[in-house]
């Protein structure tokens, strides 16, 4: 049989919800049916339709001893809305034991009617023996704020970090076509190459994306003289493994725009790439070039 735990709320089983079909001497207006998946014949449904004049919830939880934070909050909201409308409500699963008390249990402590879980178990163990399902913790994924290739703090370090005077963003010339000739290995390997010097030159620099990057300052001129440094060490001569072997790549540069705002900023990297474009090659391509593509270079 069905039991009035607190209020307006009672606790029962799939037989005591389809016994209210022929009689209901509580008056029961609304019924939780948390019946999903599990050993017994027929299986769990929706059975709306087989009580007509009642408000009907179904939640299909399954007989595990697992409840899912997403129906426990489902379930929630729905126990709320029909207290707040006077609703006298059955919760039941199969046998009124696991699934259907873990429910109670959670809008208990939800509610303000227990002050924990354990309180709403035992509140319930007076009137019916239970053992509720347990709530699993949400599983919330770790919030990364370091970018896994270059080591840098990533953009949303930067998003969440104080706010400078200026701001630059890096971008590394050519990028696309290093990746075709020398390969995305070698290719990690020089955006790792340009993030160790941004720090070493004393920038507070971060990895935006790709190959782009970003550094605080508090000057214009702070950014452009440690940028302009960085430029100087990233065209040094460097060895990197491509193809198998270990390379000499000479050559490799940035353009940097610096602004008080993104857009000042894009803009004044648009420029820097301008010039950039219109200057002569890189020594790394020039040799691609010379040898008559990437194959012969090898």
Known sequence: MMHRIVNN??????????????????????ILNVRGPDAYYPPGRDQSGEHPGKTYKYIPAPDNGILSPKQVKEAQFWLSDQTNKGARILIHCKHGISRSPGFLVAFMV??????????????????RPVLPAAQVAEYKAPVVLISALTGLPNRRAFDEG???????????ER????NEFYGAIAGDALLRRLAKILIG?????YHECGDEFLCRGESREELNVKLSQARKVFREPFQVYADG???????????????????????????????????????????IIEAGGPEKAW
Request: glycine share 6%; hydrophobic share 45%.
């Open 9 to 30: 709320l009672w606790l029962g089983s799939q037989q005591d919800a389809d016994e209210l079909v022929r009689k209901n001497p509580e008056n029961i207006t609304a």
């Open 175 to 178: 990028m696309r076509l290093f």
């Open 110 to 127: 939800e509610s303000g009617i227990s002050a924990s879980a354990e309180e709403a178990k035992a509140a319930i163990s007076v009137h």
């Open 245 to 287: 072997r270990i390379r000499t790549i000479e050559g490799t540069d940035f353009s940097f725009g610096i602004g008080a705002d993104r857009q000042e900023r894009e803009a004044a990297l648009t420029e820097a790439r301008k010039l950039a474009a219109a200057g002569a090659s890189p020594e790394w391509l020039q040799k």
């Open 201 to 205: 030159v004393g920038l507070d620099a």
């Open 162 to 172: 104080s706010v400078s005077a200026f701001v630059a963003i890096a971008d590394v």
